[in-house]
């Protein structure tokens, strides 16, 4: 099955930079969010939404044509 992946700020470099930080991504029918940061070697705190829902949960299942972002924690004060 097929995720779109978009990923925020310094994220895209894990990327190709021709992919203008999107990219699509084949995943087996049981993939969760975990997968997704494991197939891109991402092994930092990041966060993560699905369908614009923010998920904590790295344990999530995906499903077909999800749309996936992943940006950086924000911090201020």
Do not use: C, W
């Not at 990219?23 to 494991?38: E, F, H, P, R, Y």
């Amino acid at each position: 099955m097929q995720v779109t992946v978009r990923l925020l700020g310094r994220l895209r470099d894990y990327i190709p930079a021709e992919n203008r930080g999107h990219i699509t991504l084949d995943i087996a029918s049981d993939a969760v969010v975990q997968d997704i940061l494991d197939n891109l070697g991402i092994n930092e705190h990041v966060l993560v939404a699905v369908n614009d829902q923010h998920e904590s949960n790295s344990k999530t299942r995906l499903q077909p044509n999800d749309q996936v972002m992943i940006f950086e924690p924000v911090a201020g004060g």
